[in-house]
């Protein structure tokens, strides 16, 4: 008898384990941001100031796990992601901003990935994603959102990144 007792109360606590686990792996995030300063001309590539913020992104994520760095198919958004991409041996993947919808199928079922878009872009993946942003000027630089899905919930957090 007391042994059937032992084995229901390791049973649940397995169960229990289990549940809270499988719950750990449902919270997804995103982790999105516009490139950082830029040049003028076609296709810039990043300021000095612009390559200050990318290291500093790059800290930023040094103890946070990251399963996917993407980017748009540009120097300015390339650069912003390489230092991080590097720092978690991983190749920059080059997404496309005219396929919002296809892109969103695809990163909607990872989760702890960083995608480096535009202004006019990354407030609409980050509401796609179901979280809250107000659009972007040309001005605006360095706010990283942070979109976390938990079950039904969802919630937006957003960071400065400094240069």
């Not at 913020?53 to 796990?65: C, K, W």
Request: hydrophobic letters at 40%; one cysteine or more; a negative charge.
């Amino acid at each position: 008898m007391a042994l059937a007792k032992y084995a229901c109360s390791a049973l649940a606590v397995i169960t229990l384990l289990i549940l809270g686990m499988s719950n750990s792996y449902a919270e997804q995030k995103w982790y999105l941001l516009r490139h950082f300063e830029k040049e003028l001309g076609d296709n810039p590539k990043l300021t000095e100031q612009g390559h200050s913020r990318a290291r500093a992104l790059a800290t930023y994520f040094r103890y946070i796990p990251l399963s996917g760095v993407y980017s748009t198919d540009y120097r300015r958004t390339q650069q912003t992601a390489a230092d991080t991409a590097t720092l978690h041996k991983q190749a920059v993947v080059t997404y496309a901003p005219s396929e919002p919808e296809q892109f969103i199928d695809e990163i909607s079922v990872l989760s702890h990935v960083l995608v480096v878009g535009h202004s006019n872009t990354i407030p609409d993946l980050v509401r796609a994603l179901g979280g809250e942003a107000k659009d972007l000027t040309e001005r605006d630089y360095g706010r990283l959102f942070i979109v976390t899905r938990d079950g039904d919930s969802v919630m937006t957090q957003s960071v400065i990144i400094p240069f």
